[in-house]
């Protein structure tokens, strides 16, 4: 049974930095392609982040460009997102996610996790 595991979030002042941790079970991690996606009530759940199976490759949101990180740790089972200046319309639950194939798109991710709470406080 694959498993998503974020951990990390809270509130953050605006301005501040928050790392966020995804680590995954049930999979062979390294045949992933792994992102981060971010959803506020109301909203459809848009990208954020996304690392391919090496991590040699990156891709972000305009949004969030130059101020957030993703990263991968492949011998931990482990995918990060290091959120630094952030603003409070980066607000929202964050989810880590799982897909064969590289991708940027909701529906085309294979496994989502339960998601953690972001709220950056103004």
């Known amino acids: 049974q694959v498993q998503l595991l974020e951990s990390g979030g809270g509130l953050v002042q605006a301005g501040g930095s928050e790392p966020l941790s995804c680590i995954a079970s049930g999979l062979t991690f390294s045949s992933y392609f792994m992102g981060w996606f971010r959803q506020v009530p109301g909203k459809e759940r848009e990208f954020v982040a996304g690392i391919d199976r090496s991590g040699g490759m990156k891709t972000y949101a305009d949004s969030v460009k130059g101020r957030f990180t993703i990263s991968r740790d492949n011998a931990k089972n482990t995918v990060y997102l290091q959120m630094n200046s952030l603003k409070s319309e980066d607000t929202a639950v964050y989810y880590c996610?799982?897909?064969?194939?590289?991708?940027?798109?909701?529906?085309?991710?294979?496994?989502w996790g339960k998601g953690t709470q972001v709220t950056v406080s103004s």
């Open positions: 996610a799982a897909n064969r194939r590289w991708s940027t798109r909701t529906s085309s991710m294979d496994y």
